[in-house]
Nanobody
Framework: QVQLVESGGGLVQPGGSLRLSCAVSGGTFLGWFRQPPGKERVFVAGVNWNGGSIRYADSVKDRFTISRDNALNTVYLQMNRLIPEDTPVYYC????????????????WGQGTQVTVSS
């Protein structure tokens, strides 16, 4: 059974950087989502098992980088030039559908890690 554990969230000032990590034990495609309070989870970025298929949301594609280290069973989300809108809880999840941006296609989720961008 696939298990996911996120880490790396915290408080950062606007313009700063954070790196999120997701320890993953399996899965085909791993995605990062974020969920503002009271709203749906939104796709941020995703990568397949060998790093050959990568997707980004338009709102982050010039600022965030997703990468995968299979030797460490970890997927990273490097977030640069953070803005207050990047604030909510971030989740990693796995999907059997390569490249999906839809949360309904993801069947295993981590517990989430809070990112707060504020001065």
């Amino acid at each position: 059974q696939v298990q996911l554990v996120e880490s790396g969230g915290g408080l950062v000032q606007p313009g700063g950087s954070l790196r999120l990590s997701c320890a993953v034990s399996g899965g085909t495609f791993l995605g990062w989502f974020r969920q503002p309070p009271g709203k749906e989870r939104v796709f941020v970025a995703g990568v397949n098992w060998n790093g050959g298929s990568i997707r980004y949301a338009d709102s982050v594609k010039d600022r965030f980088t997703i990468s995968r280290d299979n030797a460490l069973n970890t997927v990273y989300l490097q977030m640069n030039r953070l803005i207050p809108e990047d604030t909510p809880v971030y989740y990693c999840a796995t999907s059997p559908s390569d490249g999906s941006r839809w949360s309904q296609d993801y069947n295993t989720w981590g517990q989430g890690t809070q990112v707060t961008v504020s001065s």
